[in-house]
């Protein structure tokens, strides 16, 4: 079992930041990829970036040079770098590890709005 919780979400302006925090607990040496999803309301969820147990990440072509994620190892926490943050980035983002079986956080809501 692994347990993740989300944070760091709120109201931001177009073109500011937000970092989001992912701290896991539980079986963490299982973990092969943490990744960062957001669902917009009437929308499908979808992937945001992924980071490996190796560290290699990707991104989703929409947020490419604007997010980076990241890791800290000593405090078992995945992070999401949110830059140039534009309306339509606004969702609810979960954080998702995958060792084989899904796992998922309870989603921390990121609102962009003048």
């Known amino acids: 079992q692994v347990q993740l919780v989300e944070s760091g979400g709120g109201l931001v302006q177009p073109g500011g930041s937000l970092r989001l925090s992912c701290a896991a607990s539980g079986r963490i040496a299982s973990i092969y990829s943490t990744s960062w999803y957001r669902q917009a309301p009437g929308k499908q969820r979808e992937l945001v970036a992924t980071?490996?147990?190796?560290?290699?990440?990707g991104y989703a072509d929409s947020v490419k040079g604007r997010f980076t994620i990241s890791r800290d190892n000593a405090k078992n926490t995945v992070y999401l770098q949110m830059n140039s943050l534009k309306f339509e980035d606004t969702a609810v983002y979960y954080c998702n590890a995958y060792t084989g079986d899904e796992y998922w956080g309870q989603g921390t809501q990121v609102t962009v709005s003048s």
């Open positions: 980071i490996s147990s190796g560290g290699n990440t």
